[in-house]
């Protein structure tokens, strides 16, 4: 009996390898079940795949190696995959550190008469448009009063 591609990559069940564009099955690797996070159906195997980024539109390669960390090291659930290539997450996550740092700075800026804030805080603004972070009104509007308050300062 082969239950979920024990003894066979290509016996794996398609959902998981959910979208993938190419399944390059010679690149197979023997998976670690005791290590994974899984409910029913665990990887036996972990094969190289490519994937569209929902970022930027290009293929990306989630390689065997990549998988193994993955599903054993991060215990990442089984059943969950990128669904961005590796550098459109490293941007989201800068985007992620960038207005998090201007949640944290924005109150204190607006409120004080540091300059160097003001203009730390306008820098992070700049550079979250930079990225191609899509800004509230607000955090557009507080470059305007930020920008302000300097100009006045002066």
Same mark, same amino acid.
């Given at each position: 009996m082969?239950?979920?591609?024990?003894?066979?990559?290509?016996?794996?069940?398609?959902?998981?390898?959910?979208?993938?564009?190419?399944?390059?099955?010679?690149?197979?690797?023997r998976?670690?079940i005791?290590?994974?996070?899984?409910?029913?159906?665990p990887?036996?195997?972990?094969?190289?795949?490519?994937?569209?980024?929902?970022?930027?539109?290009?293929?990306?390669?989630?390689?065997?190696?990549?998988?193994?960390?993955?599903?054993?090291?991060?215990?990442?659930?089984?059943?969950?995959?990128?669904?961005?290539?590796?550098?459109?997450?490293? /941007? !989201?996550?800068? @985007?992620?550190?960038? +207005?998090?740092?201007?949640?944290?700075k $924005? &109150?204190?800026?607006?409120?004080?008469?540091?300059?160097e804030?003001?203009?730390?805080?306008?820098?992070?603004?700049?550079?979250?448009?930079?990225?191609?972070?899509t /800004? !509230?009104?607000? @955090?557009?509007?507080? +470059?305007?009063?930020?920008?302000?308050? $300097? &100009?006045?300062?002066?």
């Amino acid at each position: 009996m082969n239950n979920f591609g024990e003894k066979d990559p290509k016996s794996m069940p398609d959902h998981l390898f959910y979208g993938a564009t190419k399944i390059a099955y010679a690149t197979a690797e023997r998976a670690d079940i005791n290590k994974q996070n899984y409910t029913v159906c665990p990887r036996h195997w972990y094969i190289t795949a490519t994937f569209t980024c929902q970022g930027c539109g290009n293929p990306f390669l989630f390689t065997a190696s990549e998988q193994q960390i993955w599903y054993e090291e991060y215990r990442f659930f089984v059943y969950s995959q990128p669904n961005k290539c590796l550098e459109c997450r490293r /941007l !989201a996550r800068h @985007v992620k550190q960038l +207005r998090q740092e201007y949640d944290v700075k $924005i &109150a204190e800026a607006l409120a004080a008469d540091d300059q160097e804030l003001k203009k730390a805080v306008i820098a992070i603004v700049d550079a979250l448009e930079e990225a191609g972070a899509t /800004l !509230a009104d607000g @955090v557009q509007e507080n +470059r305007l009063l930020l920008l302000r308050q $300097i &100009a006045n300062q002066e």
